[in-house]
């Protein structure tokens, strides 16, 4: 073949191959959009967040993941829900986890984590019908409804001591180190500031509505997006 033709016939490969990326590129976007039944809840401790998941879950009969997301890394990789914990929305802390892996050797790392992470979220997005807490879940599934749940300090610290029987000064520390190990979770994997009202779609103080309302609030917000879902 001369060299002409066999660069002409390259050349026409790679439109052919470039052609069909972007034919699979907009079905993947198309069949996201179309399965948007799914809640993202980005939640401070204490704030209720976990308790409104489980109302809304409950409301709209739709599959709940929290911990249920750390058994199914572990089950993926292969190895104990104990060993997934290490790395569950905590900030990666190399030498911890490397001494730790030689030492038991089938502690998961951190890439092994958020890969499987990342693909379980995806696979629960592609059935729907999904209320899924934390795990930078509102990052990685940007078409689903994202929820951020708050609360004062001083709102979270007595709500601890009170639900865990601790004191004031345990729930307080209890607090601020969930806090941080939730926001260097979030900065470390995914280079923003979990706090950033950017990447959500609705934000609920409970220190100035019940539990309940702010489930009826997400209910209604899941509600909304389904008509003009419906209407495009």
Known sequence: MPLSDHLISRQMRRWELDQQLQERFARDEAQAHGRRDVVAISRERGSGGTLI???VAKQLE???YDRELINSVAQEIGTE??????HDERAPNFMHNLFLQLLEGKRPTEIQYLRTLVRILRSI???GRAVIMG???NLVLPDALRVRIVAPVDVRTER???LDDMSLAEAGKEILSSDRDRRQFIRAHFGVDAEDPYYYDLAINTATTSLEHAARLVLCAVEARRAVTEEG
Do not use: H, Q
């Open 125 to 127: 997005r592609g059935r």
């Open 81 to 86: 829900p104990e060993a997934v914990e290490a």
């Open 62 to 64: 739709w599959e709940f």
């Open 160 to 162: 601890v001591a009170d």
């Open 53 to 55: 998941g489980m109302m």
């Open 135 to 137: 795990r930078g879940a």
